[in-house]
């Protein structure tokens, strides 16, 4: 991996992976010690308080203005959602089949490592996707733009996606093991949505009133410069501490059971893998350049793990394997999409990229390329 790439990411982002192992180690060691440290912090809702938390900072660091960015040009938006909202939900879906599915021998039905991985799947990025992008030199522009329309397109329809891959399909296929399996968890869709309204509209509507607030009566440099760096720590605190909550309440089953956390990252590693490389190929394949082609891969390639976690964490409890299988994501993904950042620098270097259609909206194809050669 790349020294510079590394040496370019904010010291809590680049030791995300070690921060994350060690609140694991922790929640283990409290739940073993003292299990009954759980039980104020479920009774204070302080695990709810903590997601809505969690959520916040992403939604306040978007830019919604930038939604025009992405309307004015129909190719990348009409890829970004095929990518997004058909190619990255199915493969997921596909991978949780595979894995936890009950259709390989070997490999027995899994329902709720199975709906965690849906819950992963069907959140997509809005945070760590524009880390990725500025370390891999993607075009800003087009990166705030997919992440402003996916923060307010998932409202509308994470929760159909959820219920269709979750407890539609599953029934549809003919499934009935895991079907069973995932009836027994009594999830319905309201329970779904109703998540969805707290956890992700509650900070939603906080992160829009931040940033017309903040930029009105500070303007854009002081919310950029100031208070976005502010709150951003808050994100992984408020991460952390749920991971060591969640581990607190699932230590013997953790220390029982390592290898889940393996086979979970198997599937995962899979996914960011297949979808970067796929993305990367669509984009260079309508003609888009390195900066464009750039942020249309790390935006399908990612996914919205706080979304993820809260509304497993608040269908399913703290103690559940969906909501283990959810909090297994971010560790999966730091070091797994720092090396696809290094991939995408070979790709600048590589290929030539003169010719394709610059990232700067309005500029004809031909003009020099961000990134060519």
């Known amino acids: 991996m790349s020294d510079d790439v590394v040496g370019r990411l904010s010291f809590l982002d680049r030791y995300l992976t070690i921060w994350i192992f060690a609140a694991m180690a922790v929640g283990v060691g409290l739940g073993t010690v003292a299990p009954s440290v759980t039980r104020p912090i479920q009774g204070y809702h302080l695990v709810e308080i903590g997601l809505i938390l969690m959520m916040y900072p992403p939604l306040a660091k978007v830019d919604y203005g930038k939604l025009p960015t992405v309307f004015r040009s129909t190719r990348i938006l009409g890829l970004s959602l095929v990518q997004n909202w058909l190619i990255g939900p199915t493969v997921m879906f596909?991978?949780?089949?595979?894995?936890?599915?009950?259709v390989v021998p070997g490999l027995p039905a899994r329902p709720g490592f199975f709906l965690g991985l849906v819950f992963i799947g069907m959140a997509r990025c809005i945070a760590m996707v524009l880390v990725w992008n500025d370390l891999a030199d993607g075009s800003s522009e087009y990166a705030a733009g997919l992440v402003a329309f996916n923060s307010v397109f998932q409202i509308f329809t994470y929760g159909v996606y959820v219920w269709f891959?979750?407890?539609?399909?599953?029934?549809?296929?003919?499934?009935?093991?895991?079907?069973?399996?995932?009836?027994?968890?009594?999830?319905?869709?309201?329970?779904?949505?109703?998540?969805?309204?707290?956890?992700?509209?509650?900070p939603f509507a906080g992160g829009i009133l931040s940033r017309i607030v903040g930029t009105r009566t500070k303007g854009v440099a002081w919310y950029e410069e100031t208070f976005v760096p502010t709150i951003s720590p808050v994100t992984l605190v408020a991460l952390l501490f749920t991971v060591i909550v969640m581990f607190a309440m699932q230590g013997e089953r953790i220390v029982g059971q390592p290898s889940d956390v393996l086979l979970i990252a198997v599937p995962l590693t899979i996914y960011f893998v297949v979808m970067f490389f796929v993305s990367f190929a669509m984009g260079r394949g309508i003609g888009a350049d390195y900066s464009t082609t750039t942020a249309i891969g790390f935006t399908a390639a990612?996914?919205?793990?706080?979304?993820?976690?809260?509304?497993?964490?608040?269908?399913?409890?703290?103690?559940?394997?969906?909501?283990f299988t959810t909090v297994v994501g971010p560790l999966i993904e730091v070091p797994v999409l720092l090396g696809l950042v290094n991939v995408a620098l070979y790709f600048?270097?590589?290929y030539d990229w003169r010719g394709y259609t610059t990232g700067r909206l309005g500029s004809p194809a031909g003009d020099p390329p961000k990134g060519g050669d």
């Open 94 to 102: 596909a991978l949780a089949i595979v894995f936890f599915g009950g």
């Open 348 to 350: 600048q270097r590589t």
């Open 302 to 323: 990612s996914n919205n793990f706080e979304l993820a976690i809260a509304v497993a964490v608040a269908v399913f409890g703290v103690g559940s394997g969906v909501a």
């Open 165 to 202: 891959f979750a407890l539609f399909v599953p029934e549809l296929l003919g499934l009935e093991g895991l079907a069973a399996g995932i009836d027994a968890f009594d999830i319905t869709p309201m329970q779904v949505f109703q998540a969805i309204a707290i956890f992700l509209g509650i």
